[in-house]
């Protein structure tokens, strides 16, 4: 059997993350590899369907099991929103349009509590699928902070963190975070998967 896993998404930003999280927890001999296959239109209405739309296209694609997550920013004052609609909350993907319209939309606004929230997804091609969802908590900055990471990163806190997560170094943030946390929960799945 093939040691290879894709990674469902055309995002090379969270490759990288991606590859930095899950290091060696998939097993030995494992490979992660990229995705170049058509992207799958996202209509679930929540992470966990979003990842699992990914991860089976992905499948379809290339005949491999599939990694994929969804994620977002969930924030309470905007009643969850933008949510899974987080990476085209603006339009087309821009993160400086999405973190504009969400600065935007919460002028004034003092409670500004918000999570990151992101579900994995693991899907074989015999069709066995796997969900872990995690949170990571904090809130809402009111500017951009720092130039690392992707997405609405330099407007989160972390609850866990002294600085916004743009301001955190890839390792401090892979080992808070709500995708670490998701990815980290799937790889025993995965590592079982090529274990039999």
Request: net charge negative; with cysteine.
């Amino acid at each position: 059997m093939s040691r290879a896993v894709v990674l469902a998404t055309h995002n090379q930003g969270k490759v990288v993350e991606l590859r930095d999280i899950l290091g060696d927890a998939l097993g030995t001999g494992v490979e992660l590899q990229g995705y170049d296959g058509p992207e799958p239109v996202e209509d679930g209405d929540t992470y966990a369907a979003n990842a699992l739309i990914k991860a089976r296209a992905a499948v379809a694609h290339t005949g491999l099991p599939a990694l994929a997550d969804d994620s977002g920013i969930a924030v309470d004052a905007l009643g969850g929103a933008p949510g899974i609609h987080s990476a085209r909350y603006a339009g087309p993907r821009s993160d400086a349009d999405n973190i504009a319209l969400l600065l935007t939309n919460l002028e004034g606004v003092v409670e500004r509590t918000a999570a990151f929230v992101c579900a994995a997804a693991f899907v074989t091609p015999a069709g066995v699928e796997h969900v872990i969802e995690a949170v990571w908590n904090g809130e809402v900055l009111t500017a951009p902070v720092g130039d690392g990471g992707h997405g609405y990163d330099p407007v989160f806190q972390p609850d866990d963190a002294e600085k916004s997560s743009a301001e955190l170094t890839r390792a401090e943030k892979n080992a808070l975070s709500h995708r670490a946390k998701a990815f980290r929960g799937i790889a025993p799945i995965v590592r079982e998967y090529f274990a039999e």
